[in-house]
């Protein structure tokens, strides 16, 4: 009956603390709609750049934090890592871009 007990109290401080912090999720206090809003962001981003012949989408990382993308990695050309940040931009929901891509060719 003991087990029991303690496991009920610990759910119930488990709730208490998720209810008092908000929902917030991992380190940059994101809401669950705001970290879910923004993996459908990266997730859209990371799939027209798939579909784009000119960049090459497994050289390049996208992290979208509150509606802001990151673009890191590497470049062949000046003309792929602006067509990576061209797409950014133009997905829905994106609020800004920072294009940290390095040409390397």
Sequence with gaps: MKPLRIATTAVLLGLTVLASTGCSVARQQQTVGAYVDDAGITTAI?????????????????????????????????AEKNQAEAIARNTRGVRDVRNSIVVRP
């Design 46 to 78: 990371k799939a027209r750049m798939a579909e784009d012949r000119t960049v090459a989408a497994t050289s390049i990382s996208v992290e979208t934090l509150n509606g802001t993308v990151q673009l890191s990695g590497f470049a062949k050309s000046q």
